[in-house]
């Protein structure tokens, strides 16, 4: 049996080291280890060993399986290793890697971003309101009654039942103001429309921030201090801001706000509307909440309002506001 046991390993050492896949060490596996193998048929025998010699034979074969078990576990660990290196050599780590694109944000939403976290750092909170808007919160509220003029050049899109697209974000101040009592300091930025023919500088939809400040005793100077700051943040300090006397319904005084900086050419350019909240738009919001809170006589407020594509375009140099909704690559990739 010692004799029979020790041809066994040497034959199966010899044999499993030489496999060169795991297909022939599997066979070499079956053939001693397997349930006809060759080992096992020795164990088999034991049945006829005598019992004082049981306890030497029977450590004899455990040292014989465990031999074999482990020259089939590093044959199969060396193979392994073996096929590893073999995949890696043809691996060239030299050859550039697979990059996927990443796009950028578009320049309109990276515009509108610089000026909400401007405003924000001046305690402005972000308002919002529906791009459906009825004709009180667009027109009425802000002072602008069915047979005003200034409705002829917010001509815009209305439904069958009287409701229309804002043609400005200034209904969102009617909005604010109904439901929050003063002091409020919000801008509200989104979507406009208007009924324009779309060419180089006009879009039926286009982009408006609008701003609103109401508390005691809120003066003029409080409304330059703050767009002046706003416009110098995004055009650099050293733009020239003027404010010439204008009109709209909803402010009284009322301003255009004219910029000139060297980044934008040096010209004046018209970018916002502003004033101080007219008596009227108070009125209107304190007969609709039913209460005195916005009495014009205790508070009083500016607003402002501009289009952020006309700033995208003066501050990126666009020559034509349709290439900020085309969705061209080669126009967006810039920014
Ligand atoms: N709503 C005006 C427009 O669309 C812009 C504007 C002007 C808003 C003056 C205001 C303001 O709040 O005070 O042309």
Same mark, same amino acid.
């Given at each position: 049996?010692?004799?029979?046991?020790?041809?066994?390993? $040497?034959?199966?050492?010899?044999?499993?080291?030489?496999?060169?896949?795991?297909?022939?060490?599997?066979?070499?596996?079956?053939?001693?280890?397997?349930?006809?193998?060759?080992?096992?048929?020795?164990?088999? *025998?034991?049945?006829?060993?005598?019992?004082?010699?049981?306890?030497?034979? *029977?450590?004899?074969?455990?040292?014989?399986?465990?031999?074999?078990?482990?020259?089939?576990?590093?044959? &199969?660990?060396?193979?392994?290793?073996?096929?590893?290196?073999?995949?890696?050599?043809?691996?060239?780590?030299?050859?550039? *890697?697979?990059?996927?694109?990443?796009? $950028?944000?578009?320049?309109?939403? &990276?515009?509108?971003?610089?000026?909400?976290?401007?405003?924000?750092?001046?305690?402005?909170?972000?308002?919002?309101?529906?791009?459906?808007?009825?004709?009180?919160?667009?027109?009425?509220?802000?002072?602008?009654?069915?047979?005003?003029?200034?409705?002829?050049?917010?001509?815009?899109?209305?439904?069958?039942?009287?409701?229309?697209?804002?043609?400005?974000?200034?209904?969102?101040?009617?909005?604010?103001?109904?439901?929050?009592?003063?002091?409020?300091?919000?801008?509200?930025?989104?979507?406009?429309?208007?009924?324009?023919?779309?060419?180089?500088?006009?879009?039926?939809?286009?982009?408006?921030?609008?701003?609103?400040?109401?508390?005691?005793?809120?003066?003029?100077?409080?409304?330059?201090?703050?767009?002046?700051?706003?416009?110098?943040?995004? %055009?650099?300090?050293?733009?020239?801001? &003027?404010?010439?006397?204008?009109?709209?319904? %909803?402010?009284?005084?009322?301003?255009?706000?004219?910029?000139?900086?060297?980044?934008?050419?040096?010209?004046?350019?018209?970018?916002?509307?502003? *004033?101080?909240?007219?008596?009227?738009?108070?009125?209107?919001?304190?007969?609709?909440?039913?209460?005195?809170?916005?009495?014009?006589?205790?508070?009083?407020?500016?607003?402002?309002?501009?289009?952020?594509?006309?700033?995208?375009?003066?501050?990126?140099?666009?020559?034509?506001?349709?290439?900020?909704?085309?969705?061209?690559?080669?126009?967006?990739?810039?920014?």
């Amino acid at each position: 049996m010692h004799q029979q046991a020790e041809t066994l390993r $040497t034959e199966a050492l010899a044999l499993i080291a030489a496999a060169t896949d795991s297909a022939s060490l599997e066979a070499a596996r079956v053939k001693y280890l397997g349930k006809s193998g060759a080992i096992t048929a020795l164990s088999e *025998g034991m049945r006829n060993v005598a019992k004082e010699d049981r306890p030497a034979i *029977g450590k004899l074969l455990n040292d014989l399986r465990a031999a074999v078990t482990g020259a089939l576990e590093e044959s &199969q660990q060396r193979l392994l290793e073996a096929a590893d290196a073999a995949a890696v050599s043809t691996l060239d780590l030299s050859l550039p *890697g697979t990059f996927p694109a990443s796009g $950028t944000l578009h320049p309109l939403t &990276q515009l509108m971003d610089r000026a909400v976290q401007c405003f924000r750092r001046m305690g402005f909170a972000i308002a919002d309101g529906p791009d459906i808007e009825t004709e009180w919160h667009c027109f009425d509220a802000l002072n602008t009654p069915p047979d005003h003029p200034a409705r002829n050049e917010q001509d815009t899109f209305y439904l069958p039942d009287g409701r229309l697209l804002r043609s400005h974000t200034s209904s969102v101040q009617i909005r604010v103001m109904e439901t929050t009592p003063p002091p409020v300091r919000i801008i509200a930025p989104g979507a406009a429309y208007r009924r324009d023919e779309v060419d180089a500088t006009h879009l039926a939809q286009f982009t408006q921030m609008e701003g609103l400040y109401v508390a005691e005793n809120v003066t003029l100077a409080d409304l330059k201090g703050t767009l002046e700051f706003f416009f110098r943040e995004l %055009f650099g300090s050293g733009t020239d801001i &003027q404010f010439r006397p204008h009109f709209f319904p %909803f402010t009284e005084p009322s301003y255009e706000i004219d910029i000139r900086a060297a980044a934008l050419g040096g010209e004046w350019m018209e970018l916002a509307g502003c *004033g101080m909240v007219d008596p009227a738009v108070f009125e209107a919001v304190c007969k609709q909440r039913g209460d005195r809170v916005y009495d014009p006589d205790k508070v009083s407020g500016f607003a402002f309002g501009f289009g952020l594509e006309r700033l995208a375009m003066n501050l990126s140099r666009i020559p034509d506001i349709r290439m900020l909704v085309e969705n061209d690559l080669r126009f967006l990739n810039q920014f």
